[in-house]
C-alpha cells in the first residue's frame, strides 16, 4: 500500500517491472482517511494512463468534484475533491473560522484539484494551493512534473511558480538529476512542451542535488519558492 502524497507514474511502472503487480494506492487525508483507492488491478503498465489515478471513492464516502461557487464540474474537467462520510473530522481544534472555510456548504473541502473519468476514478492534478496562474492560465504543478520525471535522466522533479513581471507567475521546474546522468535545460522544457504545451513549459530550470522535504517527508513548495526568489 502506498499513499500519504502523489507518485510519479513513471517509478510507478518501475516498481511494478522490478516487484510485480503487488501495489495499492489508498488515498486520504488526516481530515479524512481512507476517501478512495486505486485497487491492483488498476496497476497496469499495459494500461498506462491509470498509473496517475488515486482510485474510486471507497463506499463510506460521498465524493464532489466542486468549482469555486460549489458546483459540480462538468465531466472531465478539474474540482475540488469534497467529500462527505461519517468519518470526517468533525472541526480543527479551536480553529472555528478553519473549520467553517474547510466545511463550507456541508462539505469537507480537501484542497485537492481532481478530474474524474467516466468510471469514476480521480485523478489528482494537484493541491489548490500550488496552482500556478501564468499569463492568466492555471497550470497545475504535478503534471508538469510527471513529464519531467518521464526523462531517463531525472531522479526527481518539483514544479513551482514565481513572480514574473510579464505573466504574474512563471513556472519554475527544479531538477535532481540521477547519479552520473545528464540533461540541459532545454531538452526537458522541450518534453513539456511537446506533451503539454507551451503554456505549461518551464520559463526556467534549476538543478539542485536534493529537493526540500516537509517533517512528513514531503516535497516542500513553500521552501523552493523561497529559494527561488532570493
Not at 64 to 73: F, I, R, S, Y
Not at 157 to 176: L, R
Request: aromatic share 6%.
Amino acid at each position: 500500500l502506498y499513499g500519504a502524497s502523489p507518485m510519479s507514474p513513471s517509478r510507478l511502472a518501475e516498481g511494478l517491472e522490478r516487484i510485480g503487480p503487488v501495489f495499492s494506492q489508498l488515498y486520504g487525508q488526516s481530515e479524512c482517511y481512507p476517501i478512495a483507492v486505486l485497487p491492483k488491478a488498476d496497476h497496469d503498465v499495459l494500461r498506462p494512463a491509470l498509473l496517475s489515478a488515486c482510485g474510486f471513492p471507497t463506499s463510506a464516502c460521498t465524493v464532489a468534484l466542486l468549482d469555486e461557487a460549489g458546483e459540480p464540474v462538468p465531466l472531465g474537467e478539474p474540482g475540488e475533491i469534497c467529500v462527505r462520510a461519517a468519518h470526517a473530522m468533525t472541526e480543527y481544534w479551536q480553529q472555528p473560522e478553519l473549520t467553517k472555510e474547510v466545511q463550507a456548504g456541508g462539505w469537507l473541502h480537501t484542497g485537492d484539484v481532481a478530474r474524474a473519468d467516466e468510471q469514476g476514478r480521480l485523478y489528482i492534478v494537484d493541491r489548490k494551493k500550488d496552482m500556478i496562474i501564468s499569463g492568466g492560465f492555471n497550470v497545475y504543478p504535478r503534471e508538469v512534473e510527471d513529464v519531467l520525471t518521464s526523462h531517463p535522466a531525472v531522479s526527481s522533479a518539483a514544479v513551482v511558480g514565481v513572480a514574473d513581471p510579464k505573466w504574474g507567475e512563471a513556472v519554475q521546474a527544479v531538477i535532481v538529476l540521477k547519479a552520473g546522468a545528464v540533461a540541459t535545460p532545454e531538452e526537458l522544457v522541450s518534453l513539456v512542451k511537446e506533451r503539454k504545451g507551451p503554456l505549461h513549459a518551464p520559463k526556467s530550470v534549476r538543478f539542485v542535488q536534493s529537493l526540500p522535504l516537509t517533517s512528513l517527508g514531503k516535497v516542500d513548495k513553500k521552501a523552493l519558492r523561497q529559494s527561488s526568489s532570493n
